[in-house]
């Protein structure tokens, strides 16, 4: 499965060799992916915005709900890392790798993001044949030098050369019963975050921040445009993961035949046009400027961080929440 967004596509490619294959959206839902945290931090030149859980959860998640077998493997030595890996494409197996992107060849926007993944599907003497998103290629290669810098590479983000497989379930899942935890599950932790900086409180924060982002920045007309490149293409704040979401709960609806999710549903797809209209505010200001555009994307930002609480209420089912793998 070639996706939008790197964990995803990753697990489904993962899936689809362990003979379970799901959409993309599907995989995004039920691993409770949809979330959003303003991460502000020494020496970034304005902050960052993301748009769902933290890099793996989703694996975990899916894996969970699913009742898949989820093999991680995690090392501080280069040797046993690439060992690790070998050993499961030499048996078949595809492999999950979490990487720093900045060093992977067939990057052309070099950012460091410790947090992507790629699907391994094989290797020749000199480079790794891989899987990322369509965005960037799908079916690509980079050489195994570069692989093995990416994976070694340290700082926010990023894991220990982590490789991952996983084997399918003994049984067919229960998707109605899966789908309505999983949203369950979202729904809440979106609505109660341990710090102001997550879920609907974090939108808030950063519908008060993003107008003073024009003096915050170093370069503002390297810096916002970059910034709104990274949610919207790179869909770390972006329209993506809302989108994503808004046809998850489609496919809910068909499944569970329930009228909240179809609310839920309609709400999610008003708010996915707000974020691009966001991201294309930031970069008018960084081109252009004038803070504006700036002042706009805050207000539209509350109006989101309302609209999304809002849904996340409609999506909160009065009943006990199953744990992830009862399902």
């Known amino acids: 499965m070639i996706g939008q967004h790197c964990e995803t596509t990753t697990v489904g490619v993962l899936l689809r060799h362990a ?3 799901l959409s993309e959206p599907m995989l995004f839902g039920l691993g409770e992916g949809l979330g959003f945290v303003y991460w502000d931090a020494k020496g970034m030149a304005v902050p960052f915005l993301g748009g769902r859980s933290k890099p793996f959860e989703i694996t975990r998640t899916v894996a969970d709900r699913l009742g898949l077998r989820l093999d991680v493997r995690e090392t501080a030595s280069p ?34 993001f410790g947090g992507h993944t790629v ?25 195994l030098a570069s692989l093995a810098r990416a994976r070694a590479e340290r700082g926010p983000m990023t894991a220990r050369h982590r490789s991952y497989t996983i084997a399918g379930p003994a049984g067919k899942p229960d998707l109605g019963a899966a789908v309505r935890a999983a949203i369950t599950n979202n ?17 808030a924060k950063a ?6 982002w024009l003096d915050r920045a170093t370069d503002p007309d390297r810096d916002l445009p970059l910034a709104a490149t990274l949610m919207e293409r790179g869909g770390t704040g972006g329209a993506l993961f809302r989108a994503m979401y808004r046809d998850f709960l489609a496919e809910c609806a068909t499944i569970t035949d329930d009228d909240q999710i179809r609310e839920g549903h309609r709400l999610f797809a008003e708010i996915a046009p707000m974020w691009t209209e966001v991201a294309g505010l930031v970069a008018a200001a960084g081109e252009t400027g004038d803070p504006r555009p700036l002042e706009r994307a805050g207000a539209i930002l509350a109006d989101l961080a309302a609209r999304e609480r809002h849904a996340m209420e409609v999506l909160s089912f009065p009943y006990k929440t199953a744990p992830a793998g009862s399902s």
């Open 119 to 143: 699907a391994m599907r094989g290797y020749d003497d000199t480079h790794a044949h891989l899987v990322d998103t369509d965005q960037q290629g799908g079916a690509v290669t980079t050489t």
């Open 187 to 203: 729904a809440r932790t979106f609505l109660h975050p341990p710090i102001a900086n997550l879920g609907h409180r974090g939108i």
């Open 79 to 112: 040797r046993k890392a690439w060992q690790d890996v070998v050993t499961a494409l030499d048996a078949g197996r595809p492999v999950g790798l979490q990487l720093d992107s900045y060093h992977l060849d067939y990057f052309t926007t070099k950012v460091h």
């Open 19 to 21: 003979g379970l294959e």
């Open 207 to 212: 519908a008060r921040q993003v107008p003073r």
